[in-house]
């Protein structure tokens, strides 16, 4: 770990502390101000927390053009929908505190659930060969959607089994899932050309 790396954990856990002391005062004290304040620190950490798993997993690999490319393919769509629906929910709590509250509530589950999943994406395609991260790069968000589904069916039976990442099986029926897709190949080579 290097300093810089020291200093933005430091800071995403100084903000992420506060939270039990602004669940209790939503809980206790449940009006605008309090909602809403708890709202921005919601997001306050939420932008912390990106930033912090950015560094580290930029650490841990070497080619970081491709793998900010990664990072962003996987990663936005779901930073990008808790960022609008963050602000969405401030704009409710502004009006309507209380159903703020439940919502608030129930976020931590939903992030937890959809960040596990992007975790476990962002390893396995960073573990395949570069021609098949460049299909999963070039793939448009439907195609990818399917293919991230079948991905994960494949791992979860190979795990199991108590099989590592770098099974030579499981790396063989992954590339045979990515040469599945033709249309993806397909766009691939016309990128490189």
């Not at 020291?6 to 992420?16: D, Q, S």
């Not at 494949?154 to 040469?179: C, S, T, V």
Request: proline share 3%; net charge positive; no cysteine.
């Amino acid at each position: 770990m290097n300093d810089r790396v020291f200093v933005k954990e430091f800071t995403f856990l100084a903000f992420l502390s506060l939270t039990p002391i602004f669940t209790k005062v939503i809980i206790y004290d449940t009006n605008r101000t309090t909602v809403m304040a708890y709202g921005v620190l919601t997001m306050i950490v939420s932008i912390l927390f990106m930033w912090l798993s950015y560094e580290v997993i930029k650490q841990k690999y070497t080619s970081h053009h491709e793998m900010r490319q990664i990072f962003h393919k996987i990663y936005d769509n779901h930073n990008n929908f808790l960022g609008f629906a963050s602000v969405l929910i401030l704009v409710l709590a502004y009006f309507y505190p209380k159903w703020a509250v439940v919502i608030y509530l129930a976020i931590p589950v939903f992030s937890f659930v959809v960040t596990r999943h992007d975790y476990t994406d962002f390893q396995d395609v960073t573990e395949l060969p570069e021609a098949e991260q460049d299909q999963f790069l070039s793939a448009n968000n439907v195609d990818l959607h399917d293919l991230r589904k079948k991905q994960r069916e494949i791992m979860k039976k190979y795990r199991g089994h108590g099989r590592k990442r770098n099974d030579p099986e499981l790396q063989a029926e992954l590339r045979k899932l990515f040469q599945s897709y033709p249309d993806l190949a397909k766009r691939n080579r016309h990128q490189r050309e």
